[in-house]
């Protein structure tokens, strides 16, 4: 009677469980961040209640069985706060990421291959990058009136020129290669160049600066909201809640340090898992590091 044949797991597999145990913290972080995106996907599912509903009498409450963190200074209940907080900021990170990433990898290409329209593609970004990216995203709010997607466009815009110079950098190395040549010289129209040759050696820098942005948008989403200029605050985001809970920090100190904490282990994760990333995918760089 033959041995039951046993299943080789996949080579991505094998692969990834040796980096997961050489690097901890990056299978840490990954666990982290899909928690906080469970949470706020399935908000209403984790015990909370409305984080808009307001009860005077219950104000400004200690942790409890029925307030798990406390209540803030108009009776909000502020563990309904904190997790439908999360969903501003993965919305926020999610959707800057995502779109900042997408222009900026179009302007990029295009940019970095076509010669004569490099200096001037360049030369908008250039300026872009010389606005402060936090008072630009002010500016923005400010003349667009505060709302969700108001404050993604706003920082969007000073995202979108770090990544075009990111892809412009490997686009005007890769256009050199023999194959791209090659390709040119039997007359291979240009979007099939950018689409087959070039576009594949842009996608592992723009995954791990992806997560890089996405970082920067939620912190930069929490700074907006802290100094009035981001969403409405009737709305639940970690930003409005320290931005509330400073103000009877001596009385109720921790209305403003659990989103305080939750902010920063959120980021703390996403810079983890982006570090992790470029080390898995560019492993020549993390030997030289």
Same mark, same amino acid.
């Given at each position: ?6 299943? $080789? ?48 009498? #219950? ?15 108009? /009776? ?17 990170? $999610? ?64 995202e979108i ?30 979007? $099939?160049?950018l689409i087959?040759?070039?576009?594949? +050696? ?6 791990? #600066? ?29 930003? +409005?809640?320290?931005?509330? /809970?400073?103000?009877?920090? #001596?009385?109720?100190?921790? +209305? ?14 996403? +810079? ?5 990333l470029r ?11």
């Amino acid at each position: 009677m033959s041995a039951p044949a046993t299943t $080789l797991p996949p080579a991505r597999l094998t692969g990834l469980m040796p980096f997961l145990r050489r690097y901890p913290l990056v299978a840490i972080a990954g666990v982290i961040l899909a928690a906080i995106v469970l949470a706020a996907v399935f908000a209403p599912l984790m015990g909370t209640r409305d984080p808009t509903s307001m009860s005077p009498l #219950q104000r400004l409450r200690p942790p409890s069985d029925a307030y798990w963190l406390g209540t803030d200074h108009l /009776g909000r209940d502020v563990w309904s706060r904190l997790v439908f907080g999360a969903r501003v900021s993965v919305i926020v990170g $999610l959707a800057v990421a995502a779109l900042s990433v997408g222009l900026g990898l179009v302007i990029g290409l295009v940019a970095g291959y076509i010669r004569w329209l490099d200096a001037i593609v360049m030369r908008i970004m250039d300026g872009l990058m010389a606005i402060p990216g936090i008072l630009l995203a002010i500016a923005l709010v400010s003349v667009s009136g505060a709302s969700l997607w108001t404050v993604i466009i706003a920082i969007m815009v000073p995202e979108i020129p770090r990544v075009v110079r990111l892809v412009r950098s490997v686009v005007l190395t890769v256009r050199e290669e023999p194959y791209v040549e090659a390709a040119v010289s039997v007359g291979t129209k240009l979007p $099939l160049i950018l689409i087959r040759h070039i576009l594949p +050696n842009c996608i592992p820098p723009l995954i791990v #600066q992806a997560t890089y942005v996405a970082a920067s948008a939620m912190l930069t989403e929490a700074i907006l909201s802290f100094l009035g200029a981001g969403t409405p605050p009737i709305i639940p985001s970690w930003g +409005n809640m320290v931005a509330e /809970g400073r103000l009877l920090f #001596q009385i109720q100190p921790w +209305n403003l340090l659990w989103p305080g904490i939750a902010l920063a282990v959120t980021i703390l994760s996403v +810079n983890v898992l982006g570090d992790g990333l470029r080390d898995r995918l560019d492993p020549k760089l993390a030997k030289r590091m």
